[in-house]
């Protein structure tokens, strides 16, 4: 095929142009491999205090993306699921960090004291709720829905990524606890069998 002109050039460039937009959306969307070393951050938690994560390093960390505007997130939680995961886990000295990247726009943000006083309600077990208003945590680390769990090991590395369970629509009589198997075979120094899993929930309301 033969172009003439200044039409010919730019087509040649918009042409060039799409053949590259998927690589540069593919770098985009990239989220740290199982194994690799989970990107550092350092995020207010709701009762002022500042908490890194590599300040952890030694320990397992539990981290978990929330939206308390999310009916995912109200189910797992008014059900006790979460609660009780999260108690299970810091009783054995896990770390769970419980991150809210809402955009402070979106009508689903909620301070720092309405969030204490519902997560109290909820009876939560975190190690603390941390505020992530610009998203770039949750972004760095790929964090899609509200829940979206990470679990990361002792050396700061990714172990797992994915959904806190199999239950999707909170009707399954039993049910997968991805997050339990993960956290229960870093304790016990065994490979965790299932590294990743897609998450399930709202999206995250990131802040453009």
């Known amino acids: 095929m033969a172009f003439n002109g200044t039409k010919g050039t730019l087509l040649l460039v918009w042409l060039a142009a799409l053949a590259f937009l998927p690589a540069v959306l593919e770098a985009q969307e990239q989220v740290p491999a199982i194994g690799s070393l989970a990107p550092d951050f ?18 397992i960390v539990v981290l978990e993306w929330t939206n308390p505007g999310c009916p995912v997130v109200q189910r797992h939680y008014r059900d006790g699921l979460m609660p009780a995961l999260q108690k299970e886990c810091t009783d054995k000295g896990v ?16 301070t720092p004291e309405a969030l204490k006083s519902i997560y109290a309600d909820w009876k939560a077990a975190f190690t603390a709720l941390l505020m992530d208003p610009d998203g770039k945590a949750g972004k760095a680390l790929g964090a899609k829905t509200t829940p979206h769990m990470f679990v990361i090991d002792k050396e700061g590395k990714l172990a797992y ?48």
């Open 42 to 59: 350092q995020l207010q938690g709701i009762s002022g205090t500042l908490h890194k994560l590599s300040d952890f390093r030694g320990k």
């Open 95 to 110: 770390v769970w960090m419980t991150i809210n990247s809402t955009n402070p726009n979106h009508q689903n943000y909620q």
């Open 161 to 208: 990524n994915g959904a806190v369970d199999d239950d999707t629509r909170g009707a399954n009589e039993t049910r997968t606890n991805y997050v339990k198997l993960a956290v229960d075979s870093l304790l016990k120094g065994e490979p965790v069998a299932t590294t990743t899993t897609k998450p399930y929930g709202c999206s995250v309301k990131y802040a453009e």
